[in-house]
């Protein structure tokens, strides 16, 4: 009898995305955002739909922040253009195993209306 302390040092990476779908105009910049939780701590990377890794530079700007066991990851894309448009995975792995999310960036397009003293703003996304 008495006390005792459990202390869980095996766990595969899990994952979750807080937003699936991201929209963005041409021109923009956008941040997707992905979290994850392992232990041993895992090592986190984002591809393109490709299967390509991203690296920071230019036009990604990859980032990682820990807490423990737990890693948020934003990757920044600047200024969007057609190009941009498709599906970004985040990847999770350790000793334990791997798992990753898709994050699909689709187009935001804008068409101005103007009649007498009106604007009218319409987005529509690209079909």
């Not at 202390?7 to 979290?35: H, K, W, Y």
């Amino acid at each position: 009898m008495g006390i005792y302390l459990c202390i869980a040092s095996n766990v595969p990476p899990m994952l979750s995305i807080p937003n699936q779908l991201e929209g963005a105009f041409v021109g923009q910049d956008v941040t997707l955002e992905c979290r994850t939780e392992a232990f041993p701590t895992s090592i986190n990377y984002w591809t393109t739909e490709r299967g390509d890794m991203i690296i920071s530079g230019d036009k990604y700007e990859s980032v990682a922040m820990d807490n423990g066991y737990k890693k948020y990851m934003m990757l920044k894309i600047r200024k969007v253009d057609k190009s941009d448009f498709g599906s970004y995975r985040c990847v999770a792995k350790n000793s334990l195993g791997e798992t990753d999310g898709v994050i699909k960036l689709e187009g935001k397009f804008s068409y101005y209306f103007r009649r007498q003293d009106q604007t009218l703003l319409l987005y529509i996304p690209e079909i």
